[in-house]
């Protein structure tokens, strides 16, 4: 699906993400695409084409003798997503967005510009 860039120090730091909750972006190849440059993308977000989405995280460091690699579900009975609610409520956004210019487009196509944000899509109602 896709990839996430982490710092090491900033998770295992208190005062920066440790035991606290985030968000992070997952970026990855295009879902309608396979193939060695798709596997690329999908395991470095840096090479990445496609923003895939963002998942809220919590991560806790402890010491221990050798690394184990270790993933669980929240309990909802202890309270565990109270603790995450202030982050899970719904928003207002106002976005603004400018094109100055198209490079190398054909010179007699008239074009509307369109943005989309998950599955909202906002385009222009004139061909420009």
Sequence with gaps: MGSILFNL????????????????????????????NTDIMNSNPEVASTWKGRILMKVEAKKTERPVCKSQE????????????PYLEDRDYEVIAEVGQGIALPSEAKYKVMIKIGEHELLTSDPI
């Design 9 to 36: 120090k900033d998770c295992i730091d208190p005062n920066k993400l440790e035991g606290k909750f985030f968000w992070k972006n997952i970026y990855g190849a295009p879902l309608d695409k396979s193939g060695a």
């Design 74 to 85: 929240i309990d909802e009975e202890s309270g565990g997503l109270d603790e995450a609610e």
